[in-house]
């Protein structure tokens, strides 16, 4: 029996959590711990980042169980015992290869279900979901569904957000309006939608629409998605898309015709962001990255964002949009970690290296004062699993999802200024290189611990987002072992015009 089964059975604990490189080892070499399933009294169970590929059907026999936490690892289904446990709230299988659900129509007090970064495809099934009548909230991410089946089709009196970006969804049903009263967040960027219904946009309690990045037939809208906010794409989706019983979209303003009669409100140039790459240049410094850090953090690539405008509302719209991607394209800072500094604040040179936790110190974000990342880490570990025990819904916090990569790491990656850590990824940036209202120019460092090509491609959905959000955007190119942006990269992407200088 593992010595943390053999004490949550003798102190009859309500918790179990079993994650990391150590659980990993015991897992291939052995198969998980059958005695876990016996432990009736837990609540909480998280079994995460284990390379498990299966679970025993005896899952069943814990029906005590609130939060089952089963992320990250190798599963491919889930035992139909699932539905045995009556008590459970929160369900997080995302980040696995699952590619079936099993019925779960016992599961009346769902209200947290995640079934992102799996192999779902095509329409979502899930016999037994309209019993599930609390669920609050559902993730679909990084699929690839092409219809949200019978999560669309029932009524779910309670449901406040669904986030299905990252799908191959082409249609969307008219119910909604009906099926989800209380939505308040429904996030569907990246995925193929060509029209959407205009029953959406008479969804009154919806705060935050999301919509960039589908082919959408109406360039308006697909122009509105990225660059509007939330109430004046809805007024736009009431007004101008097709509703069941003979609502037609009607076309307001003047505009062109094209040779089919046809009026476009814009013109596709207009439609189109423009993003103007500037070739490297001398007064913008390098990246130096040592042999060092490759070992735990290899992978880099950043550039510089000159002649921003962050008065005003953009900058919180900017912190905002860079915190829904380090959740979403970064899969919650495990897949890369973005890091934005202001370049004036920034003297170089900049070297990319490793240092032991207790040598490196910095500034977080979080404090005035300088900080050990060994002591750093400490804190925030604490403070996560304070903050999980306080939330009664035994929700896993944000730090759960990143804080374990750094327990097999013996040394620390960061990037250096001088003498001075200017980022600790995945963990915080320096507020020494903070930026605000006034900040014209950005270092964007992008890193990663799993390949150079996840790194590239976190950068260019955040230059695309900024694009839409802030207006043409002048990039410099930045050099550390690649180039970024070379000539192959933002090559096709679909309404951002790119012009090389």
């Not at 590239?456 to 550390?480: N, S």
């Amino acid at each position: 029996m593992w010595a943390e089964v053999a004490l949550a059975k003798q102190e009859q604990r309500h918790e179990l959590v079993l994650q990391g490189k150590d659980v990993q080892e015991r897992v291939e070499k052995t198969g998980l711990d059958a005695n876990i399933f016996k432990l009736d009294k837990l609540n909480f169970l998280n079994i995460s980042q284990a390379k498990v590929n299966c679970i025993p059907d005896t899952l069943g026999f814990l029906t005590n169980l609130t939060s089952l936490v089963l992320k990250g690892n190798s599963l491919t289904s889930i035992p139909t015992s699932l539905n045995n446990l009556k008590k459970l709230k929160l369900l997080d299988l995302s980040l696995n290869s699952i590619s079936t659900l099993p019925p779960i129509p016992s599961l009346t007090e769902l209200t947290t279900l995640n079934l992102s970064l799996n192999n779902l495809s095509g329409e979502f099934l899930l016999e037994g979901i309209q019993n599930c009548q609390k669920l609050s909230l559902v993730d679909l991410t990084a699929n690839t569904l092409t219809s949200l089946g019978d999560l669309q089709i029932h009524k779910l009196d309670l449901l406040a957000e669904v986030v299905a970006k990252q799908n191959k969804l082409d249609t969307l049903s008219h119910e909604l309006l009906d099926n989800w009263p209380v939505l308040k967040k429904l996030d569907l960027a990246e995925n193929c939608l060509k029209e959407v219904p205009g029953e959406l946009g008479e969804m009154t309690k919806l705060k935050e629409l999301n919509l960039v990045d589908n082919p959408l037939a109406d360039n308006r809208l697909r122009k509105m998605c990225g660059q509007k906010g939330t109430k004046s794409v809805l007024d736009y989706v009431k007004s101008n898309c097709s509703k069941v019983g003979g609502g037609e979209k009607t076309t307001k303003g003047k505009g062109k015709k094209n040779k089919k009669g046809r009026k476009d409100s814009v013109d596709m140039d207009e439609l189109c962001d423009t993003l103007t790459v500037v070739s490297l240049r001398e007064d913008m410094p390098e990246i130096v990255a040592t042999e060092a850090v490759k070992e735990v953090r290899p992978f880099i690539v950043f550039c510089f964002v000159t002649g921003l405008d962050l008065a005003g509302e953009n900058l919180k719209k900017f912190l905002s949009m860079q915190t829904r991607l380090h959740k979403s394209v970064c899969a919650n800072r495990t897949l890369a970690t973005i890091a934005t500094h202001d370049l004036s604040k920034v003297t170089g040179p900049l070297v990319y290296t490793s240092k032991m936790p207790q040598d490196l110190s910095i500034v977080p974000l979080s404090s005035p004062h300088p900080t050990r990342a060994d002591l750093l880490v400490t804190q925030l570990k604490t403070e996560a699993e304070a903050l999980r025990k306080e939330k009664k819904r035994n929700a896993v916090t944000g730090l759960h999802n990143y804080l374990h990569l750094l327990d097999t790491w013996t040394v620390y990656p960061c990037l250096m200024d001088g003498d001075k850590a200017i980022s600790f990824p995945p963990v915080t940036n320096s507020g020494d290189t903070r930026i605000c209202e006034t900040t014209s120019s950005l270092l964007v460092e992008v890193t990663s611990s799993t390949k150079l090509g996840d790194a590239k491609m976190v950068l260019e959905t955040l230059l695309l987002e900024m694009a839409g959000l802030l207006g043409g955007l002048e990039v410099v190119q930045g050099r550390v072992v690649v180039t970024y942006p070379a000539k192959t990269d933002l090559a096709g992407v679909k309404n951002l015009k790119v012009v090389r200088e």
